[in-house]
């Protein structure tokens, strides 16, 4: 599912969760996630932490909890850190985004296309969606995929 691209996001692949941490996606959840904020977010396959600026994430306690990090070549294929304005620290092959939303490689095609729509609304027609009460920036799902905000902005613009 896509997910929205804050200022600075650390980007974590779920695989790598299953994988390398004690309990899996679940007690990382429990452990770390649920005290990142609520600008965070979680879908199927990757979760998100959000921060103002990308030099506020611990990476060293990432490494710590088991994930790869190489210092030297500032590099993982564990996580991956995007800024809004300056683009992805270094590349992974598993991440995919339109500079609003990312999503996973994996993310269904019907959620990935509709995403790629998303990143040609304006930001007025954005702000009209915020003024309408409703959030613009919500994760996108099978669930929503023709209900989310920004899917029926897009309907009302014909695009």
Do not use: C
Not at 106 to 135: H, P, R, Y
């Amino acid at each position: 599912m896509p997910i929205y691209l804050t200022l600075a996001s650390l980007i974590i692949d779920k695989d790598a969760i299953e994988k390398k941490y004690k309990g899996g996606i679940k007690q990382f959840r429990d452990d770390y996630f649920k005290k990142q904020g609520d600008a965070s977010q979680e879908d199927d396959e990757v979760f998100l932490i959000a921060r103002m600026n990308y030099d506020e994430f611990d990476l060293d306690e990432l490494v710590s909890m088991g994930f790869e990090y190489d210092k030297i070549r500032k590099f993982s294929n564990d996580f991956v850190i995007y800024q809004r304005y300056q683009g992805y620290l270094w590349q992974v092959d598993w991440i995919e985004d339109n500079s609003v939303f990312g999503w996973h490689s994996k993310t269904n095609a019907q959620l990935s296309n509709k995403a790629k729509m998303f990143g040609e609304i304006t930001m007025n027609d954005i702000d009209k969606v915020f003024e309408s009460g409703q959030d613009p920036f919500i994760p996108l799902t099978i669930e929503n995929v023709n209900t989310h905000p920004l899917s029926r902005l897009l309907e009302m613009t014909n695009k």
